[in-house]
């Protein structure tokens, strides 16, 4: 093993409560209008039902069942205001995420 492996072996997960923590939050995240829909939410400290149709360009409906599977897995949170419902990431450490997944995948340009 290398010394760029070993130094790594320091980052895993190792407690067994953590990996299906993890991979539950992962599994929900893993969809990409999921996974779009964070982006927005990442971007801004709490975005309404209906900012977030606009931005993804889908239906009402279909943005709610994916809303719904963010917020039953716990990574969104959300609060009504009379009858607009807003959303907002529950842990930073998801926009974390989200960057890292950026910085490993993605093109400078984007």
Do not use: W
């Given at each position: 093993?290398?010394?760029?492996?070993?130094?790594?072996?320091?980052?895993?997960?190792?407690?067994?409560?953590?990996?299906?923590?993890?991979?539950?939050?992962?599994?929900?995240?893993?969809?990409?209008?999921?996974?779009?829909?964070?982006c927005i939410l990442g971007a801004s400290s709490e975005v309404s039902v209906?900012?977030?149709?606009?931005?993804?360009?889908?239906?009402?409906?279909?943005?709610?069942?994916?809303?719904?599977?963010?917020?039953?897995?716990?990574?969104?949170?959300?609060?009504?205001?009379?009858?607009?419902v807003y959303y907002r990431i529950n842990d930073p450490k998801v926009v974390?995420?989200?960057?890292?997944?950026?910085?490993?995948?993605?093109?400078?340009?984007?």
């Amino acid at each position: 093993m290398n010394a760029t492996v070993e130094n790594l072996a320091n980052l895993l997960i190792t407690n067994e409560d953590d990996i299906y923590l993890a991979a539950r939050s992962m599994k929900a995240m893993a969809h990409p209008l999921r996974l779009k829909i964070l982006c927005i939410l990442g971007a801004s400290s709490e975005v309404s039902v209906q900012e977030i149709v606009e931005q993804v360009g889908t239906s009402q409906s279909n943005i709610s069942q994916h809303l719904s599977i963010l917020r039953d897995k716990g990574i969104l949170s959300a609060r009504k205001d009379a009858n607009k419902v807003y959303y907002r990431i529950n842990d930073p450490k998801v926009v974390k995420l989200i960057g890292s997944l950026r910085e490993a995948f993605c093109s400078i340009d984007s």
